[in-house]
């Protein structure tokens, strides 16, 4: 009885995690080689160091003492900023004349505060990131050169998240995979030009999408450009978990009320969850962020 329950539980794992996988398989068809996905993974790399060295270029010790903020978190930012580095490094010594080049880019924060609620996002959606394109990578090398990287993010996100902005270090039992083109869709949103050397990425962006003060359980708007007139739904994703809810005459719906620290929520032209893909995603994904305190159950987001 106890195998039989513990298979159970496996397989309906699997079958959870197929959901949030799914959008990827039209894209994963024509497939992607070793050093496609590693310079993807440099580009985001890439971003990260430059977020990361321009921000502590501009900010010093003082100015985190003016703004409140014990030594220690610019210090820790330094370590954390090595660490970017070191995976730029890494990854462009692996690419060699493969590597792709740092592209020139604008983050929006304006003062310490804000660059910290940015940077715990930029690194959430890194974890997310290297989880979806794992997948596509063939090498055992490679691959754990990703999962290392990886779990350093994640670490980086957990510390921020949590030391520093006091928020929880996580948004449940699982993070959140995302398809190579939402992760583009999200960086690109920082990327102002490329060097023309640079080799052509096999990704694309889908239009931007922004929700009007979401709150969970409450009627948020969705604005977005693109599609053919609808209908359209809105497609929530937190760990293993998505949820689909139709939006009305005027592109609002719900935002599922259990969903808690980072989540990320595309338009799509089906409603069905489980056939999203590349193909039918109207916009975004927008990133979604809901903190909550440590007296709350946190079980993870199951969706409908």
């Known amino acids: 009885m106890m195998k039989t329950a513990t298979a159970m539980l496996v397989l309906s794992a699997l079958g959870a995690i197929a959901t949030p996988l799914k959008q990827f398989q039209s894209r994963a068809a024509a497939g992607y080689s070793d050093t496609q996905i590693l310079q993807y993974a440099l580009t985001l790399e890439n971003l990260e160091k430059s977020l990361y060295s321009d921000f502590l270029a501009k900010y010093s010790a003082q100015d985190f003492a003016n703004a409140g903020y014990p030594d220690w978190v610019r210090s820790r930012l330094t370590q954390v900023s090595d660490h970017e580095a070191a995976h730029v490094e890494l990854l462009s010594t692996v690419l060699g004349s493969d590597a792709v080049q740092p592209c020139t880019y604008s983050f929006p924060y304006t003062d310490i505060p804000s660059f910290l609620g940015l940077s715990s996002t930029i690194e959430n959606v890194g974890v997310s990131a290297y989880s979806g394109a794992a997948q596509y990578i063939t090498s055992p090398a490679y691959l754990s050169v990703a999962a290392v990287i990886l779990s350093t993010e994640a670490r980086h996100q957990a510390w921020e998240?949590?030391?520093?902005?006091?928020?929880?270090?996580?948004?449940?039992?699982?993070?959140?995979?995302?398809?190579?083109?939402?992760?583009?869709?999200?960086?690109?949103?920082?990327?102002?030009?490329?060097?023309?050397?640079?080799?052509?990425?096999?990704?694309?962006?889908?239009?931007?999408?922004?929700?009007?003060?979401?709150?969970?359980?409450?009627?948020?708007?969705?604005?977005?450009?693109?599609?053919?007139?609808?209908?359209?739904?809105?497609?929530?994703?937190?760990?293993?978990?998505?949820?689909?809810?139709?939006?009305?005459?005027?592109?609002?719906?719900?935002?599922?009320?259990?969903?808690?620290?980072?989540?990320?929520?595309?338009?799509?032209?089906?409603?069905?969850?489980?056939?999203?893909t590349d193909d039918n995603i109207v916009a975004g994904p927008a990133i979604l962020s809901f903190p909550f305190n440590s007296k709350v159950s946190n079980p993870g987001f199951t969706g409908q």
């Open 161 to 276: 998240s949590s030391a520093v902005l006091k928020n929880a270090a996580w948004s449940g039992p699982y993070d959140t995979v995302l398809g190579l083109d939402m992760v583009y869709t999200l960086a690109s949103a920082f990327i102002t030009s490329c060097p023309d050397s640079n080799a052509a990425l096999p990704v694309k962006a889908f239009p931007a999408l922004t929700v009007n003060t979401p709150t969970p359980g409450a009627t948020s708007t969705f604005s977005f450009k693109g599609g053919n007139g609808g209908p359209y739904y809105a497609i929530f994703y937190n760990g293993l978990g998505t949820q689909s809810e139709q939006l009305d005459a005027n592109n609002a719906a719900m935002i599922p009320s259990a969903l808690q620290g980072f989540s990320y929520v595309i338009i799509a032209s089906t409603g069905n969850a489980t056939a999203v």
